[in-house]
């Protein structure tokens, strides 16, 4: 019986330290495609499950949760950024208070929003193209300069959104 658990034991901690590598390199950037659970797909969950001799839905689970995790520790950290970066227009006077808190709620709910077309995207059998992606990019700006302008906001959102990606990327656009 001690033997049993004691392999449990080390097929657990094999699995959590083959997670915790793969999150390391970077592997949560490949996306949730990755964690398919189609073996045919080279699904990373499949692989890990196999390789490790696990149940395939439960490393499956424990991927999506990490990825899950993640993500929401990264929402939190971008919020916590525009939150600080929006300070900083208000004590320099280049903003209101008032218009602070419109723009915070704004951003979070173009957030939700992305959230949500994520999620349909997920569900959807097709994809949009790469030129309509692009032009979705560009009628979201314009209507969230429309939005700024409305409001009284002169403010360039690259000087608040914080940078990600590569190329100079700011707030999902290239500088």
């Known amino acids: 019986m001690k033997k049993e658990a004691n392999r449990i034991s080390k097929k657990a901690s094999l699995m959590v330290m083959g ?3 793969l999150g390391v390199m970077g592997v949560g ?3 949730v495609g ?3 659970t189609d073996s045919s797909e080279g699904g990373l ?3 890990i499950a196999a390789k490790f001799n696990l149940k395939e839905d439960e490393v499956s689970a424990e991927l999506k949760a990490y990825h899950d995790e993640k993500h929401a520790e990264r929402d939190e950290t971008m919020k916590t950024e525009v939150s600080a970066n929006l300070q900083k227009k208000v004590d320099d006077g280049t903003i209101t208070a008032e218009q602070k808190t ?3 709620v704004k951003l979070e709910e173009r957030r939700l929003d992305r ?3 994520k999620e349909v995207k997920k569900e ?3 994809k949009p193209s790469r030129d309509e992606m692009e032009a979705k990019r560009e009628t979201e700006k314009d209507e969230m300069d429309a939005w700024l302008k409305e409001q009284g906001i ?8 914080p940078a990600h990606g590569e190329k100079g990327m700011k707030g999902g656009r290239r500088d």
């Open 19 to 21: 997670i915790a590598t």
């Open 29 to 31: 950037a490949i996306g």
């Open 34 to 36: 990755a964690m398919s």
């Open 45 to 47: 969950a499949a692989r």
């Open 102 to 104: 419109a723009l915070e």
């Open 115 to 117: 959230e949500t077309e």
């Open 124 to 126: 959807s059998a097709t």
């Open 154 to 161: 002169n403010l360039d959102l690259k000087d608040v959104l």
